[in-house]
């Protein structure tokens, strides 16, 4: 007999619960590699591509692209010995024989989700909780095979009370997602089938989130009553809205003729964007951050006009020729020779001990499609000015397309926001958790400017740095600034004095 096993999402970082469904590389019924990239499942910290850790063929795919997964939760089936040959109508006996591995607990050492040290599970990306005793949610009742060879469950015909009866018509079941065939366990009393067909299926279930439930019980909506506009029929909070409208328009008399007719405010002129991914992690971070860390944000704005020379000269450099050289590369470098010179503000406070960093894993901010992120350089200041800028180039590419590593994502100890691609002059940026200072760099601008005794027009910019006030003062933070500003006010004059 086949062997159907059920691939659990993992966790796919230090913490996190939860992760979209961004894309599926295979399809039900394709034959899979152990390994091979299955699926491509968005985080709050990274896209990430999970492979196969089974090799044979996919009986079920059980969530759409988009669909938000809870950590542990199956996300397809394999089988992994699907020579056995399909079964075009198996008998509940035989279904029931099939051995299903369990979503959590017992895995192959080695493998992802599998035992490790401590009583813990082994995921992509450090270790997740304890495992516990497994847990599977029972089914309404015997999976059948559907047309595509994914079983599914089907309704059980509508009991008559009467010796010989005459063949009923079962009500028909609404869209089931497929799976694997699980247990069958008692079914409960169905109700009559409502007319107009419902979001209601077999046994008076109803397709609908927790979130939708909630809503629809604070407007007095009964879902029962609805036909779901969602994935597979579910109710969406769109229907429950619709729903809840179209009671309050009825109980309201008709206007009378000729009445003006008042602008439609509701919510068909609303949109409403999950909180999710990226942007959920980022505004937790925000508010963890901003209500826990004393800010003070000083500026600077500084005459550049020598350090965009200098990058002139350096890209005409025929070992230059090929690597991106932006401002960026020239505040970055100086911010890590104001570091050597002021090391408290590569630090972090700890609550009763301020730890102070010997090494920069420097932060790029870097805006993508989704969302804000800040990878960063490890261990930046050992990095030379040509492996400086190579890495910023890999880092901002690789963030643009959404593959940035979940690791490259933490440990990071000092950030730069570079503001001024987007035109903004500086900005009083929020710190990064763990984090004592974050540097903005603002817009590089021809502004009048008082050089050599004449106002001249010359290549301008601002500098923002906010810091922790816990570990930083007045005084450190003005010096490493003012450090900064000198830098690139004369890198090369900088360059000879500092090292």
């Known amino acids: 007999m086949s062997r159907v096993r059920e691939f659990p999402l993992p966790d796919l970082g230090e913490g996190l619960t939860e992760g979209e469904i961004l894309k599926w590389l295979v399809a039900v019924g394709d034959t899979v590699e152990l390994n091979q990239p299955v699926v491509e499942v968005e985080t709050a910290k990274a896209a990430v591509e999970i492979p196969a850790k089974w090799a044979g ?77 497994a847990k599977r949610r029972p089914r309404k009742g015997a999976g059948v095979p559907a047309s595509n060879g994914v079983a599914v469950t089907a309704p059980a015909p509508a009991p008559v009370a009467a010796p ?62 609805l036909t779901g506009s969602g994935p597979l029929g579910s109710i969406t909070r769109d229907d429950v809205h619709l729903a809840a409208a179209g009671a309050t328009t009825a109980a309201e008399p008709a206007p009378t003729t000729g009445a003006a007719t008042a602008p439609a405010f509701g919510p068909d002129r609303e949109q409403r964007i999950p909180v999710k991914g990226v942007r959920k992690l980022t505004a937790q971070n925000m508010v963890a951050s ?44 100086a911010v890590l020779l104001a570091v050597r010179r002021h090391p408290m503000v590569n630090s972090t406070w700890a609550g009763e001990e301020i730890v102070v960093k010997e090494y920069v894993n420097l932060g790029i901010a870097a805006a993508t499609e989704r969302g804000l992120i800040v990878p960063n350089i490890k261990d930046a200041g050992r990095l030379t000015l040509r492996e400086l800028a190579d890495a910023m180039t890999a880092l901002v590419q690789t963030a643009k397309v959404g593959k940035t590593a979940p690791a490259d994502m933490t440990g990071g100890t000092l950030t730069i926001t570079n503001v001024g691609v ?30 050599k005794g004449k106002i001249r027009v010359r290549q301008v910019t601002t500098l923002g740095l906010s810091f922790d006030h816990r570990i930083i003062d007045g005084e450190l933070g003005s010096r490493f600034l003012r450090d900064v500003g000198d830098f690139l006010a004369d890198p090369e004059a900088a360059l000879l004095g500092w090292t």
């Open 290 to 333: 901003a209500f826990s860390a004393p800010h003070v944000t000083e500026f600077l704005t500084v005459d550049v006009t020598r350090s965009m020379k200098a990058l002139d000269r350096l890209r005409k450099r025929r070992e230059w020729q090929d690597v991106r050289v932006s401002p960026l590369l020239l505040v970055a470098k």
């Open 422 to 451: 987007f035109g903004v002059d500086t900005g009083t940026p929020i710190l990064p958790p763990g984090e004592s200072a974050i540097l903005a760099f603002g817009a590089v601008r021809e502004m009048p400017w008082v050089h």
């Open 57 to 133: 063929k996919i009986t079920a795919i059980f969530h759409d692209e988009g669909t938000v997964v809870d950590v542990g939760s199956p996300i397809f089936a394999v089988d992994t010995d699907p020579g056995a040959g399909d079964l075009p109508e198996p008998s509940a006996a035989s279904l029931a024989a099939v051995e299903i591995a369990p979503a959590e607990g017992a895995v192959e050492p080695g493998l992802i989700g599998g035992p490790a040290p401590g009583g813990r599970t082994a995921v992509l990306v450090g270790y997740g909780p304890r495992t516990g005793a």
């Open 164 to 225: 010989a009866p005459a063949p009923v018509a079962a009500p028909a079941p609404e869209p089931v997602r497929p799976t694997a065939p699980e247990p069958v366990r008692p079914a409960a009393a169905t109700p009559a089938p409502r007319t107009g067909g419902t979001a209601a299926g077999a046994g008076g279930l109803v397709l609908a989130k927790p979130p939708v439930r909630k809503l629809a019980k604070d407007l007095g909506v009964d879902l029962r009553t």
